[in-house]
């Protein structure tokens, strides 16, 4: 979840993300799926949901990213984003 927060003190969900497998074709790849991570969805969202201008002079620089993944059946704990995906959270703006 990316969040922004705005002038009256409310904190304001800009983009959502989750991990999406994605499967390919193996007869055109060695791999037999890709990972979206949910870093890149939640930043994919906050565009789509508010466009490019406002995400990258506006909100990006401004925002908070919380990433979780699930530790158990029932339980969550906060992580860091992976080495790929820090690169992209900086390129955007958001620290």
């Given at each position: 979840?990316?969040?922004?927060?705005?002038?009256?003190?409310?904190?304001?969900?800009?983009?959502?993300?989750?991990?999406?497998?994605?499967?390919?074709?193996?007869a055109?790849?060695?791999k037999?799926?890709?990972?979206l991570?949910?870093?890149?969805?939640?930043?994919?969202?906050?565009?789509?949901?508010?466009?490019e201008?406002?995400?990258?002079?506006?909100?990006?620089?401004?925002?908070?990213?919380?990433?979780?993944?699930?530790?158990?059946?029932?339980?969550?704990?906060?992580?860091?984003?992976?080495?790929?995906?820090?690169p992209?959270?900086?390129?955007?703006?958001?620290m």
């Amino acid at each position: 979840v990316i969040v922004f927060p705005s002038p009256d003190d409310e904190i304001q969900v800009i983009g959502k993300g989750w991990n999406h497998d994605y499967l390919l074709d193996r007869a055109k790849t060695n791999k037999n799926k890709v990972v979206l991570h949910s870093e890149c969805h939640a930043i994919a969202d906050a565009i789509k949901r508010n466009g490019e201008d406002e995400c990258f002079n506006e909100l990006f620089p401004k925002a908070t990213i919380f990433i979780v993944e699930l530790e158990s059946d029932f339980a969550y704990e906060t992580c860091h984003p992976c080495p790929k995906c820090d690169p992209l959270l900086r390129a955007v703006g958001i620290m």
